[in-house]
């Protein structure tokens, strides 16, 4: 009992914990740069979730979701500069848009059993959104990018300074962590974690591995989508180099970092790794392999992710301070 107790806080308490500690960073000091990076944090929040659904929980490694960003920002950046649609609208429409990529890409992944296989064709795929964007010049003017994306609004206030979009992005964040958690504590959650622990005992229980592994595809891309509208919007401007193979390495060590198949734990990743590059740039020149180095002690000694660290170290703490009390009440009795 004692034990289910602690993994309901982990799961449903302990996001909200954070998101509100993140909150209050406002409070403390309103630099516009550490907004900026706060900002970036949420948007990789929103990626590393969508990460952690199709390879924490369903157990499929998904290195295509850099495509699915830049679907979901150009889709976003097409409607309001060309149609002049606003961004209310353009945001669920960038993220159908996106989930109808991520089925392209789960039914043909079907045809494979994960592996080095399912990363040939997600890695593939964000190489063709890649050379898309380059190429298709009359739709994405190419390597130029498309400027000018405008601001949101609520009412007649545009979202335009940075303290509002760190509001903005993290009022999304909540609301998508919300949506995640009901969704991994549901029955489909479940199957993707029965899937992940082995795919022939889940289809012996009725579990169907094909529709699950298209939808874990389309649920990860769909926010991988929203994340990128966000992004195109708060940026202003986009062009291909922003969305190279790299943000899809960089999705998946947030989960690693963070900690895998844990909604909190990519909240954790998200903000660490926009947090973590700035904390090195003192290094100068060394910064990069500190970076790298700082990622490998992460993987190597931090298996669990940074979250169950620290969720560790609190029940020790706990454990150190409450232990004499208890001895002394088994004397007493």
Same mark, same amino acid.
């Given at each position: 009992?004692?034990?289910?107790?602690?993994?309901?806080?982990?799961?449903?308490?302990?996001?909200?914990?954070?998101?509100?500690?993140?909150?209050?960073?406002?409070?403390?000091?309103?630099?516009?740069?550490?907004?900026?990076?706060?900002?970036?944090?949420?948007?990789?929040?929103?990626?590393?979730?969508?990460? $952690?659904?199709?390879? +924490?929980?369903?157990?499929?490694?998904?290195?295509?979701?850099? +495509? &699915?960003?830049?679907?979901?920002?150009?889709?976003?950046?097409?409607?309001? =500069?060309?149609?002049? !649609?606003?961004?209310?609208?353009?945001?669920?429409?960038?993220?159908?848009?996106?989930?109808?990529?991520?089925?392209?890409?789960?039914?043909?992944? @079907?045809?494979?059993?994960? +592996?080095?296989? !399912?990363?040939?064709?997600?890695?593939? &795929?964000?190489?063709?959104?890649?050379?898309?964007? $380059?190429?298709?010049?009359?739709?994405?003017?190419?390597?130029?990018?498309?400027?000018?994306?405008?601001?949101?609004?609520?009412? $007649?206030?545009?979202?335009?300074?940075?303290?509002?979009?760190?509001?903005? =992005?993290?009022?999304?964040?909540?609301?998508?962590?919300?949506?995640?958690?009901?969704?991994?504590?549901?029955?489909?959650?479940?199957?993707?974690?029965?899937?992940?622990?082995?795919?022939? /005992?889940?289809?012996?229980?009725?579990?169907?591995?094909?529709?699950?592994?298209?939808?874990?595809?389309?649920?990860?891309?769909?926010?991988?989508?929203?994340?990128?509208?966000?992004?195109?919007?708060?940026?202003?401007?986009? /062009?291909?180099?922003?969305?190279?193979? $790299?943000?899809?390495?960089?999705? @998946?060590?947030?989960?690693?970092?963070?900690?895998?198949?844990?909604?909190?734990?990519?909240?954790?990743?998200?903000?660490?790794?926009?947090?973590?590059?700035?904390?090195?740039?003192?290094?100068?020149?060394?910064?990069?392999?500190?970076?790298?180095?700082? *990622?490998?002690?992460?993987?190597? &000694?931090?298996?669990?992710? @940074?979250?169950?660290?620290?969720?560790?170290?609190?029940? @020790? *703490?706990?454990?150190?301070?409450?232990?004499?009390?208890?001895?002394?009440?088994?004397?007493?009795?």
């Amino acid at each position: 009992m004692k034990a289910r107790h602690h993994e309901n806080f982990i799961t449903h308490v302990l996001p909200f914990i954070l998101i509100g500690v993140i909150a209050l960073v406002p409070l403390l000091t309103r630099d516009p740069y550490l907004m900026h990076i706060l900002v970036l944090g949420g948007i990789y929040v929103i990626l590393a979730i969508g990460m $952690n659904i199709i390879t +924490g929980y369903c157990g499929q490694i998904n290195l295509g979701m850099a +495509g &699915f960003f830049a679907v979901g920002a150009y889709t976003s950046a097409l409607l309001t =500069t060309r149609l002049s !649609l606003s961004f209310w609208l353009a945001l669920p429409i960038s993220a159908l848009v996106a989930g109808v990529a991520g089925v392209l890409v789960g039914v043909p992944a @079907l045809k494979v059993r994960g +592996g080095v296989y !399912l990363v040939l064709i997600t890695t593939s &795929f964000a190489g063709i959104v890649q050379v898309i964007l $380059n190429q298709w010049v009359s739709l994405t003017k190419g390597p130029m990018g498309i400027v000018g994306i405008p601001a949101p609004a609520i009412g $007649n206030v545009l979202i335009y300074e940075r303290i509002h979009w760190f509001y903005l =992005t993290y009022a999304i964040v909540a609301v998508i962590v919300f949506l995640a958690i009901r969704l991994v504590g549901s029955r489909i959650g479940r199957s993707f974690v029965a899937l992940r622990e082995s795919e022939t /005992s889940a289809q012996s229980i009725g579990i169907s591995p094909a529709f699950y592994k298209v939808l874990a595809f389309v649920c990860s891309a769909v926010l991988a989508g929203i994340a990128g509208s966000i992004y195109a919007h708060y940026m202003t401007t986009i /062009s291909p180099d922003a969305f190279g193979f $790299n943000l899809s390495v960089l999705a @998946l060590i947030m989960i690693v970092v963070g900690g895998i198949g844990s909604i909190p734990g990519s909240i954790v990743g998200g903000v660490a790794l926009a947090l973590f590059p700035e904390w090195l740039r003192a290094l100068g020149p060394y910064q990069s392999v500190a970076y790298a180095a700082g *990622i490998i002690l992460a993987v190597v &000694f931090l298996p669990k992710g @940074l979250l169950m660290m620290g969720v560790d170290a609190v029940q @020790l *703490i706990r454990k150190w301070f409450l232990a004499p009390d208890e001895t002394s009440e088994k004397e007493v009795s």
